[in-house]
């Protein structure tokens, strides 16, 4: 069975419930929160441990996808696939899209599906819980993940415990195999109470394991227009940006789990959360004496319990209690901590205004470095170019904009058109309209460059690449 097995990571989402720190580019997942590491760097550790890269798909919207190749060039992943969703269709889409491409390599592979922005405490154990999720898989189960509920959330689905399936699980309760006998979606206050104190529902984890062939039957089953252009993806992928945003826009959970009688559930009490607000992230943090978690540089007098954390600048809190506190250098959220979750309305009231606020932070992580806007109006944009040791830009070429480089520390080779040339700290190069140019840093010591763009469109799209270390070449 092993030569079976794959992992599947949806590493999608919106980016606005962590937002200032998230933006729709960046999004939860790939943010630093829990420490020195993003969410999805430690959810790849957990799957490698289950499979190898080359058995690993990454689902990301087209977006994020440079995202994801920035990861996993850090990580030296390379042999990892990413699937690149046009848009964005729920997870019944992007898992089923995961599905028919294993199929094609192995008729019987079995998966596992992980979200990439999940917090595992116990993560021994939550790996022995998926290796049994395999074997019974293999078995034709749709298995899912329980959670044992500590509070009566309404945020979260709920799976009703039903039958013990197989004997073995009576012995080791890592390895209970009960058959799933209702979904509930986020049930108001009162239900989920009574839940709580019944003991028979369990969270829905949103990590699944199943057969790719044995899903797929279900999405034939319940969701007939999605099989179908699913496989014409499957015969035609060259069709995948015309085919994909016309597919049924739903979850797995809610399109084949609520309806399918074969779903089965594993309890996993692995100290699992889904980080699903500030105040989720607060809860698993260390606090000092007075209950707060402070990150960045931070002053604070005569606050309690709050979540107070400095990007750019000096954050000082004075009497702030049971508050979030986030300072970006282009947002500043306040918030009351209990009313995390609506941060969400702040964020998607700045995507309607196409606000940059919503999409983007000013410093923008690539594969190569980084860059950060430092000014920008009409017709201009001024930024900063951070180039690491031995990396290089794209040859690439813009339609709208000319650009006009500053070399203020190491020393820049740059190439225009035909011409290779060292540019030192102290002098600069002017890149016109549609020359084919790129920039590398063959030196040492880090390479900045002041970068002035002119022109009538100033827009990340107005790039095409025609040879890139990252994959990316000939896409914008």
């Known amino acids: ?9 949806l590493a999608g989402g919106s980016g606005t419930r962590f937002w200032p720190l998230s933006r729709e580019k960046m999004p939860k997942q790939f943010l630093q929160i829990l420490g020195d590491r993003s969410m999805f760097s430690m959810t790849l550790d957990r799957v490698r441990a289950l499979v190898p890269d080359e058995r690993i798909l990454i689902v990301t919207i087209r977006s994020q996808a440079d995202e994801v190749r920035r990861e996993l060039y850090n990580l030296d992943a390379s042999r990892m696939k990413i699937l690149e969703e046009p848009v964005g269709r729920n997870t019944a889409a992007a898992i089923g899209l995961a599905c028919v491409h294993i199929l094609q390599e192995s008729p019987r592979g079995i998966l596992a599906v992980f979200p990439a922005d999940h917090y595992i405490r116990d993560e021994s154990r939550f790996l022995d819980i998926m290796r049994h999720g395999f074997k019974a898989a293999d078995g034709g189960w749709l298995v899912t993940l329980g959670i044992r509920p500590v509070r009566p959330e309404t945020g979260y689905g709920y799976i009703m415990k039903g039958d013990l399936i197989d004997p073995e699980g009576s012995e080791n309760r890592d390895r209970s195999l009960f058959r799933a006998e209702r979904f509930t979606e986020k049930p108001d206050r009162r239900t989920a109470e009574e839940y709580l104190r019944s003991g028979r529902f ?36 060259e069709r995948l940006n015309e085919i994909y945003p016309t597919l049924e826009s739903v979850s797995v959970d809610y399109g084949i789990l609520e309806h399918s009688d ?38 604070t007098v005569g606050s309690r319990r709050s979540l107070i954390r400095s990007e750019d600048r000096l954050v000082a809190a004075v009497g702030a209690d049971d508050l979030i506190i986030v300072e970006t250098s ?18 998607q009231h700045l995507i309607r205004q196409n606000r940059r606020e919503a999409l983007v932070r000013p410093l923008v992580l690539k594969p190569w470095g980084a860059y950060k806007i430092l000014d920008e109006g009409n017709g201009y944009q001024v930024k900063w170019l951070d180039i690491r040791p031995g990396q290089r830009l794209s040859l ?81």
Not at 1 to 9: I, K, T
Not at 217 to 231: A, N
């Open 396 to 476: 690439q070429s813009h339609r709208f904009r000319s650009e006009h480089w500053t070399v203020v520390a190491g020393t820049a080779t740059a190439t225009l058109d035909d011409r290779v040339l060292d540019v030192p700290a102290g002098k600069d190069i002017f890149i016109p309209f549609e020359s084919r140019h790129r920039v590398e840093n063959r030196l040492g010591e880090m390479l900045r460059i002041i970068e002035v763009q002119t022109g009538s469109y100033l827009g990340e799209d107005d790039i095409v690449r025609y040879e890139d270390d990252y994959g990316r070449a000939g896409r914008s």
């Open 330 to 347: 282009d947002a500043v959220l306040v918030c009351r901590k209990d009313m995390s979750q609506d941060i969400r309305a702040i964020a």
């Open 1 to 9: 069975m092993s030569q079976n097995l794959y992992s599947v990571v």
């Open 262 to 299: 074969r779903v089965a559930m594993i309890p996993a009490d692995v100290g699992w959360s889904d980080v699903g607000s500030w105040e989720a992230l607060y809860d698993l943090l260390g606090k000092d004496q007075e209950g707060n978690v402070v990150r960045g540089d931070v002053v």
């Open 202 to 237: 369990y969270w829905n984890g949103g990590i699944f394991c199943w057969r790719a062939d044995v899903l797929m039957d279900e999405i034939k089953r319940y969701l007939p227009s999605l099989h179908e252009g699913l496989f014409s993806i499957q015969k035609s992928p």
